[in-house]
Every structure is written in C-alpha cells, then in structure tokens.
C-alpha cells in the first residue's frame, strides 16, 4: 500500500512538474556542464570516455585521444560502431586555425554491376547478407587522421582497446539492450560466425555482465604492428574477401587494397553570426546547412522553444530540404552535386517562399547541376576533432568474417537501383551516407565541436542543437537535453517517395499544446522510441579559456575532462 501511495504521489510531482530538483539552468537539464582547462572528451561510452582521458594525459593530442576512444567504442559498442564500418571527421588544427574535412567511406565492389541487381529484380538491396557490404574505411581513416596529425604511436593509442578486448567489459544499460536485439535476431536468420563472435559460454552478454572479445584483439594487435596495409592488403583482407565471396557477394581483395579516404574542405553557412560547418556529400550534412538558410528568414527571438510555431517551420525547412537531399545528394565523384547552390541564400530564400500556415508536400528544386556512434575530443593546444562512426542499422550486415572479432557495415543499402539518378548505384562509388559530424566557428576562432546520431534524423538534430544554442541560448548540456522531434516521411536517395506530409514524431517533453497546434496545421503527429539520436559536444569558452563538455542522457555516454 505504502509502495502504491509513493508510486501516485511521484506521478502526481511530475505531472506538475516538481520532479526537476536543479537549482539552476533548464528544467530539462539532467546535469551541468563539464568543465575543463586542459583537455576533454565526450563519447557514448563512459570506459571509451575514460581511455581517450587517459591518452591525453599521456601526452597525446586530440587526434590520438578520438582514433584511441574510436577502437575502444568499436569493442563496447558493437551496436553503434566497429572497424567494419566508415568514419567522418571535422577537424580543428590549433596550429595552422583551419578547419579539415576527412572523408573515410568505402565504395562498391567493382566487379558488382547494376545489371546484376536488374537480373535479379532487386528494387533494393537487402540489407542484410554479403550485397550490402561496401569497403569498410575506418581503419584508413585513422590512419590518414594519424599520419597528419596524430603524436604517440599507433601501439600506444591500441593498447587500451586491446586490453580490454582481451581483459573483458561489462556492458552498459542501453548498449546492453541493443546488443541483445541485434545478436539473437542475427542467430535467428542464421548468420555465420555470429555465435561465435559474440556468445559467451553459450548466452549473449546482458548489462552488467561480461564481454570479451580475443579476436577483435588480435585484429587490433595486427593493425597497430602492420598499419593500414595489414587490413587492406595482408591476411585481414584475404579473410574478408574470402569470407564474401564464400557466401555469395562481390567485395575483393582489389577492392580493398585500390581504398583510400579523401581530405575535403567542409563546407559552411552563416547562421546569426556563426559559421556552421558540414561536409559535403557523399554525406547528408548540408541537409542542415539547407534547414538552417531557410529556418534563419524567421525572427527566433519572438517564438518559444518547443512551440506549434517553432516545430512547424523547422519541419517544412526539413521537408524542403529532404527533397533535394533525395534528388541530389551522392558520392561527388560520379555526379556533380550542386553543393553551392544548394546552400545559398538566394536558393534559400526561394524555398523558404513555399512555406505556409499548413503542412504541405514539396518537391525538389530545379536547379542546373552536372545505430551510429559520434565523439569529440579536444586537447591543451587547442585542437578538436568531430568524429563520427558507424556501420548502419546498428551492428551491420550480420556478415562477420571469421575469428576477427567484427562485423562487415551495409552502406551499400543507401544506393538507388533507379537508373537516371545521382545516387544510383556504380561499382566502385561511395553510397549515399547518413553519419554526419560537425563544427561551429565564430570569428574565426573554433566555438563548438557536436555531432547528433541517429540516421535521418541526423541533420534536424543539428538544426536543433544549433537553434538551441544560438537562438534559445541553451548552454550545450542544455542544447542536448532539451526535448526533441523528428519528421518522417519525406522521399528518399534509395527512390522511395514522400509519404504525403510525413508524420512529426515528439518526445515526451513537448507540451500537448503544442502536439495539437500542430495538428490543427494538418501536420500527422506521433511518438517514437529511441529514436531522437545521441548527443556529444565540447564547446571552447574563449572568454574564460576553458572546455566545456556534454553528453546526453539519452545515452550510456559521458563527458569528461581534466
């Protein structure tokens, strides 16, 4: 009874709001700020965060701290991330005060036709088994990223992964949960190698309890001795290649050997004052740059966060700006997107022209023209890096190769089996990608380092973060916390079209208010779960010379510094 009565009177205190116990800050905060001098890290692991910490204190840089805190959340977080997959990366060098842009995406096979796929009568590539299997660029990427910028030696920046692959872990809450999904639902269609991988005397690993991963060790001892080559061209590749082919699919040896990440100059629009920066496609971050050119015709200052007014323009500059992400968005190597256009003000203003009182459906506009996981460190010499990583649809393909201790990403789902379109699938072209990182700069100097997880709801997370900092004046704890919304429904790069106006998916914290102003706009309104994406920043404070860091509790992750 005593238990019932508690039980009421907690529902009662949230229900008027009295549950919020902070002092000071937003409501909706569910921490303060980290703050540092002398380094951060914030990752969507704890034990990930504490390892990047520890190379930093070591004497490593913030680039060495990111590739450390990558391999660790590779291992711990199997669901989000892993060797298996790409990497994206914006990055801040103190020394030359310029921004990089590093673009570590595998292609098709090229011995893998559109023809194939039109014999077959596909209408899109399965997302799970051997077809969806791009080439893994991961491990390039870090060392691109390592070659250029990186200090201690790749050994050293290994070790703390290896370690615990080979020591064991246990699992967090929300990882543990996701882990169990994907593993059983993979030992059900009878994947190979998966038991083996990833059950441990006979059951899958759940929260608290212990993971260990000896093959993903050895893979990592090999790379740290070998470098890149010794997963591209030795033993490593041969086993992938072989274990594809094996099982029906098309990725090779020469496939694997012929990769390389490309270096490009990421790609800003001025959004109050700030400039914000993406990099541009084979990703879909100008989709925010898009939304915020648009969003930026709108006087913030005079419409409140989390209202029917706010939720309503930012989701018609997302639809307009999904269009052209279905139409135009592809790997730039094989079609000449255009990127400049896109995110003028002239072709912003055009667009934001089209918005009403309603929800409304909206093309693309004609224009001439040729699970996830996201960390950010930073160090005392001013360097910080937006890193984001992934293998899609959580853990992959379901392909794991034998005894290397990961699964194969299936990128390769995101390609167009339409012929005529600028993400139709090529061999040897990289598929459109959903991970995204990003940067703000103001007069010049670096501002703020984030990224936001979660597929495509990736670029209205930055939008979001964006508006949250600059418009609401929210500090990046706040900024991340703050109640979230998601529009789906808008037409896809795969050929998919719009499904009318979409639907507004809203969490919790959106007032019902809201909800039905929304609908009395016609907008369809539903409610999701876990699928708001996942949070990290850190923000340089130039005026008081410190970092200040942030981690969602949407996640297992943390910030941290010293």
Not at 91 to 112: E, I, M, Q, V
Not at 487 to 506: F, L
Request: proline fraction near 5%.
């Amino acid at each position: 009874m005593k238990t019932h009565a508690f039980t009421l009177l907690a529902l009662f205190s949230v229900l008027l709001g009295l549950a919020q116990d902070r002092v000071t800050g937003e409501l909706f905060a569910t921490r303060s700020e980290i703050i540092a001098q002398n380094g951060m890290v914030a990752t969507s692991h704890p034990l990930a965060t504490q390892v990047g910490l520890d190379i930093l204190k070591k004497g490593g840089n913030a680039i060495d701290a990111a590739i450390a805190a990558n391999a660790t959340l590779g291992l711990m977080e199997p669901t989000g991330c892993g060797i298996g997959g790409d990497l994206f990366v914006i990055l801040w060098d103190a020394k030359t005060k310029k921004l990089h842009g590093l673009n570590a995406s595998g292609r098709s096979p090229k011995s893998l036709s559109l023809e194939y796929f039109e014999e077959k009568d596909f209408t899109k590539i399965p997302a799970y088994g051997p077809l969806s299997v791009s080439v893994p660029g991961a491990v390039d990427g870090w060392f691109e990223l390592h070659g250029k910028f990186g200090s201690l030696p790749m050994q050293d920046i290994l070790n703390p992964a290896i370690n615990y692959a080979e020591n064991g872990f246990p699992l967090t809450e929300l990882i543990g949960h996701y882990f169990n999904l994907s593993v059983n639902r993979f030992m059900a269609s009878e994947l190979p190698n998966i038991r083996d991988t990833y059950v441990i005397d006979g059951k899958i690993p759940k929260e608290g309890e212990i993971f260990k991963n000896p093959y993903l060790a050895n893979t990592y001892r090999n790379i740290a001795k070998g470098g890149r080559d010794a997963f591209y061209k030795g033993e490593i590749a041969k086993t992938i290649a072989g274990f594809i082919k094996e099982h029906g699919g098309f990725l090779s040896k020469e496939d694997l050997a012929s990769h390389k990440s490309e270096w490009v100059d990421p790609v800003s629009v001025n959004y109050r004052g700030y400039d914000v920066w993406e990099l541009p496609p084979n990703g879909q971050g100008i989709a925010a740059l898009q939304m915020l050119q648009i969003l930026e015709g709108y006087d913030f200052s005079n419409i409140e966060f989390g209202s029917t007014e706010h939720l309503h323009l930012f989701t018609e500059a997302k639809k307009l700006a999904f269009e052209d992400r279905a139409k135009y968005y592809a790997d730039m190597h094989f079609a000449n997107v255009p990127v400049d256009e896109l995110i003028s003000d002239e072709y912003a203003n055009k667009r934001r022209e089209l918005i009403t009182e309603r929800a409304s459906k909206y093309d693309a506009g004609e224009i001439s023209a040729g699970e996830t996981i996201y960390l950010t460190t930073a160090d005392k010499e001013g360097n910080m890096v937006s890193f984001i990583q992934s293998n899609y649809r959580g853990m992959g393909s379901g392909m794991v190769p034998p005894k290397l201790g990961f699964m194969l990403q299936n990128r390769g789902e995101l390609f167009n089996l339409k012929r005529g379109f600028f993400n139709t699938y090529e061999p040897g072209k990289r598929p459109f990608h959903t991970i995204i990182p990003a940067f703000i700069t103001k007069d010049n100097k670096p501002f703020l380092s984030f990224g936001v997880m979660g597929g495509d709801f990736q670029p209205q997370g930055h939008t979001q973060i964006v508006m949250n900092v600059i418009d609401f004046g929210m500090n990046i704890q706040e900024a991340g916390d703050a109640p979230r919304w998601d529009h789906a429904g808008t037409s896809k790069p795969t050929g998919e079209p719009a499904e009318g106006t979409g639907t507004v998916h809203v969490e919790s914290g959106i007032p019902y208010e809201t909800v039905r102003g929304l609908m009395s706009k016609r907008h369809k309104v539903g409610f999701g779960l876990g699928g708001y994406g996942g949070y990290q920043a850190i923000l340089w404070d130039d005026e008081n010379k410190v970092y200040r860091g942030a981690s969602e509790s949407r996640k297992d992750g943390q910030a941290a510094g010293f």
